[in-house]
Nanobody, 119 residues
Framework: QVQLVESGGGLVQAGGSLRLSCAAN????????MAWYRQGPGNQRDLVAS???????NYADSVKGRFTISRDLAKNILYLQMNSLKPDDTAVYYC?????????????WGQGTQVTVSS
């Protein structure tokens, strides 16, 4: 069973930066995709950024040019570098790993970390 532990959230002023991390504990056969989602109060959970096995990245239009998704496979850590933060970025951020284990695709979600951006 893979467990994901998130950290790095907090309170920051508009224009500031934060780096979120998502560390995996457990075993899996191979990694498929890694992603960050966010959910604000009363909103659905939206995809922010994704990183697939071949290194291809995708970003929501609202964060392009400001956020960067990256990974350290040797340490099993996924990162989200967030720059030029805006109040609209305020949300709970969740990481998700999609991976192969025993011939099947599985999803595991992190516990969520709060990011609050003040005006």
């Amino acid at each position: 069973q893979v467990q994901l532990v998130e950290s790095g959230g907090g309170l920051v002023q508009a224009g500031g930066s934060l780096r979120l991390s998502c560390a995996a504990n457990g075993m899996f056969s191979s990694l498929n995709t890694m992603a960050w989602y966010r959910q604000g109060p009363g909103n659905q959970r939206d995809l922010v950024a994704s990183l697939i096995r071949d290194g291809t990245t995708n970003y929501a239009d609202s964060v392009k040019g400001r956020f960067t998704i990256s990974r350290d496979l040797a340490k099993n850590i996924l990162y989200l570098q967030m720059n030029s933060l805006k109040p609209d970025d305020t949300a709970v951020y969740y990481c998700k790993w999609n991976y192969w284990v025993l011939g099947a695709l599985k999803d595991t979600w992190g516990q969520g970390t709060q990011v609050t951006v003040s005006s």
